[in-house]
């Protein structure tokens, strides 16, 4: 093998043992941020397992502890095959680092005992004076040189892939280690995920007796929503029909400043109906696009949480269905509530029938909503900045749960925030 391509042999190793560290790395956060959460929900459990009276909250957090349970048994899986393809590659590296060695080995071998039959000056000069002419000659002296500094280089490789050898070898010995201790954590979670089911089961069990209880809170909770929905709906109505006066204003001082300088009047184009007139303006339209930008990215409204129930329609329980047009978001009590992204407070309000606040945020075209606040710090019409704090979540008499509501709108267009939120 040549020196160019033993290099190339040598680097090939190092990026593929960076994209691994790279990819292992972040497996394993992702596998400690859902222990966190896992956590987080089970003594959250623990404080409300007193109340006798079981709740849909309390389900929907039985139904996240599996669903991040799953996801971790999951994370592990992907761990497992990763430590598999990096076992295969080290392994065939090993391989052919040994094969190596041993094609260097047998090279130097000869090179030393090609110089020790001709290590005498006297063999070397007869080399040298045998040659036809003096250019062969000359060539003959520089091969002698050039063999000398290609055998110190040759002991330099052979000193230099035993290294990578041992390395290898040590590497691959962790590897084995680390896939034992991941199947073991992976059997304990499965034995976990077994022990969560039984006890869900066992939950929607007694849930089942209590259904007159269960449709009262199902249609309380549904009447909260809708009430919500009226107030964002009417809020972000207004919000248009400001911008659409904001927008005619601008069109109708634009005309008479042109006929007063004796201009032709500029023709307007009615912007077209819903939220993008929102965006009609430079700063609206800039915040808008860097609201879209960081999706994927923005932060949590609050800074510990978990999701207790997801976007869209799911089933709680035996034939009762839920719409939920965002994020459900349990978190320890007190947790400060703040906005994800800059932008102007565009509503504050109380859900008729409770004494739960939310606040709309406006970011261009897009609104961000935290409802389920027991106080708020801001005010209508004030700007907010990322990460500020703008409330505190509420924390339910009955039972005992910490949870408040976020929601990403496009305009009057529910969006899917766990989209938008980063991991």
Excluded: C
Aim: hydrophobic content about 35%.
């Amino acid at each position: 093998m040549s020196f160019k391509r033993l290099f190339l042999f040598f680097g090939l190793i190092l990026l593929s043992a960076t994209t691994f560290a790279q990819s292992s790395a972040e497996l394993k956060r992702r596998k400690e941020a859902l222990s966190r959460e896992i956590e987080m929900l089970r003594r959250s459990q623990s404080e409300v397992s007193s109340n006798k009276r079981l709740s849909l909250k309390q389900i929907n957090a039985l139904n996240a502890q599996i669903r991040l349970r799953e996801e971790k048994i999951g994370t592990i899986n992907s761990e497992i095959r990763l430590l598999d393809n990096e076992i295969s590659e080290n392994t065939s590296t090993v391989r052919s680092l040994q094969t190596q060695l041993n094609k260097l080995k047998r090279e130097y071998a000869s090179m030393v005992l090609f110089a020790f039959r001709n290590q005498s000056a006297y063999s070397k000069l007869m080399f040298i004076f045998a040659s036809r002419d003096f250019n062969q000659g000359y060539k003959r002296l520089k091969y002698l040189q050039q063999f000398g500094d290609y055998r110190k280089k040759q002991a330099k490789y052979i000193e230099q892939t035993a290294h990578e050898l041992g390395i290898k070898i040590v590497e691959l010995d962790r590897n084995k280690r680390n896939k034992n201790s991941l199947l073991h954590d992976q059997e304990s979670e499965k034995v976990t995920l077994g022990k969560e089911k039984s006890n869900k089961a066992q939950q929607l069990s007694k849930l089942s007796k209590q259904e007159s209880q269960l449709k009262q809170e199902l249609r309380r909770k549904q009447r909260e929503a809708a009430s919500l929905t009226r107030a964002l709906n009417a809020a972000i109505a207004r919000e248009i029909a400001e911008a659409r006066r904001r927008e005619e204003e601008a069109a109708r001082a634009a005309a008479a400043k042109a006929r007063a300088e004796n201009r032709e009047v500029p023709t307007t184009t009615r912007s077209s109906s819903g939220s993008s007139v929102l965006a009609a303006t430079p700063e609206a339209a800039k915040l808008s696009s860097d609201f879209l930008s960081n999706r994927g990215r923005l932060p949590w409204p609050v800074a510990t949480g978990t999701t207790t129930e997801q976007f869209g329609r799911h089933t709680v329980g035996e034939g009762v269905t839920i719409d939920n047009d965002g994020i459900t978001i349990r978190t320890p009590q007190g947790a400060a509530v703040r906005a994800v992204f800059d932008g102007t407070v565009a509503q504050v309000g109380t859900i008729p029938a409770t004494n739960v606040q939310f606040v709309l945020v406006r970011h261009g075209e897009y609104f961000s909503v935290y409802s389920g606040l027991r106080s708020v710090s801001v005010s209508r019409g004030q700007k907010v900045s990322l990460k500020q704090t703008i409330g505190v979540v509420a924390t339910d008499s009955e039972d005992g749960t910490t949870e408040m509501q976020f929601k990403v709108w496009k305009g009057s267009t529910p969006l899917n925030p766990e989209s938008w939120l980063a991991n």
